[in-house]
């Protein structure tokens, strides 16, 4: 498997829409170190320290197959742990909005136009961070984005499904007045879900969907590729919770009435190759690109959680879709329509993505 993928010319020009990118996933080693430096927040892996900033990179090496659960390695931390050990250098809303500007700012480079992050305050206010920190970093990069680096931007509030319902209930009703909803701040103007998803189906937060719905938001839920229940899940999202969108879903090419239960209600999926990549084979991952094409369900192409997943971004997960899975230039320009369509974006912003794609030359 190549983890550093060579973006070529056609998809480095390619103008991209970003609706499946965790915000802590984007916390750079470079940017962690500072900000461990500015809070004094020693940095660590159980009680393994990370002395000098080449030990910290060293600890970015994380592979899916390592897993303790699944007789791997001990000593260097699991996708989970790595990504929630990062958020630790995170205290003040000057922290959180650095974050986000240190990642609008690697949008610019890519020709990332628009991005939906998602964030949530859970994993921060239990270490104590007041949520407004959180809120009002993301709110300030949110402005400073679009006007110094050109990225809109509209987020998605998730609940920490591994977290009870009721904190995470509790998390969004401290967080509304930052929504889009009841004259709110205007950060966020959707609910998801994130975390880890065991034995955590999307149903358990039906109410909780609903009551966002019923406040003008829309929905989306993670329904991950090859885990435990993961057709369940998706039938959840489809039927029980009535998603507006899933992310990742990939598992449902498996069942005849998931696919059709997509199309019917046009739910377009977020998928994310490079993340599924790490434990599936090339030829067993990659047909189902064009199978999902074949077969008339809507997706789009995006990065998951890059920081922790190879440092490969939205560029390099469209490098993959385009060279692996034999999909034409023409097609990868109706991945980013499909991107276009599937956002919540005001409309002159997606005219105007809509008119760079016009010019984009497929021959």
């Not at 990062?86 to 610019?108: Q, S």
């Not at 929504?179 to 959707?190: E, Y």
């Not at 993505?353 to 010019?359: A, R, V």
Request: hydrophobic share 35%; charged share 25%; net charge negative.
């Amino acid at each position: 498997m190549n983890n550093n993928p060579h973006i070529s010319p056609f998809i480095a020009s390619l103008p991209k829409v970003e609706l499946h990118i965790h915000i802590e996933g984007t916390l750079q080693p470079l940017l962690r170190w500072t900000l461990a430096q500015r809070n004094n927040i020693p940095l660590k892996f159980k009680d393994q320290a990370y002395n000098t900033y080449e030990e910290l990179l060293d600890s970015y090496k994380v592979t899916y197959n390592h897993r303790p659960e699944l007789g791997g390695r001990q000593d260097v931390p699991t996708f989970l742990e790595a990504y929630f050990a990062g958020c630790e250098v995170l205290l003040k809303e000057a922290d959180f909005y650095d974050l986000a500007m240190d990642y609008f700012k690697r949008c610019k480079k890519m020709k990332v136009r628009y991005v939906e992050p998602f964030f949530d305050i859970q994993a921060h206010t239990r270490r104590g961070v007041a949520a407004e920190a959180v809120l009002n970093g993301y709110l300030k990069a949110q402005k400073d984005g679009a006007e110094q680096h050109g990225v809109e931007s509209r987020w998605i509030f998730c609940f920490l499904r591994d977290e009870p319902v009721a904190d995470g209930e509790a998390a969004y009703e401290t967080a509304l007045p930052w929504a889009t909803s009841n004259q709110g701040h205007g950060l966020f103007h959707a609910v998801g879900l994130a975390s880890n998803a065991y034995e955590r189906p999307p149903v358990l937060f039906r109410e909780a969907f609903a009551r966002a719905r019923a406040d003008g938001l829309h929905t989306t839920t993670h329904c991950d590729f090859g885990q435990k229940d993961s057709h369940e899940h998706i039938r959840q999202a489809i039927f029980d919770i009535a998603a507006d969108r899933i992310d990742h879903g990939l598992d449902a090419l498996d069942r005849e009435d998931l696919v059709e239960g997509l199309r019917a209600r046009r739910i377009g999926l977020t998928l994310c190759p490079h993340a599924y990549h790490r434990r599936t084979a090339t030829e067993v991952l990659f047909p189902k690109l064009r199978q999902l094409l074949n077969r008339g369900v809507k997706y789009c192409i995006n990065s998951d959680d890059p920081v922790y997943m190879h440092d490969v971004w939205i560029d390099g997960n469209q490098e993959k879709a385009y060279r692996y899975g034999g999909l034409s230039k023409a097609e990868m320009v109706q991945l980013t329509r499909n991107a276009v369509d599937m956002c919540w974006a005001d409309e002159d912003v997606k005219r105007r993505i809509y008119n760079e794609l016009d010019t984009i030359d497929t021959s």
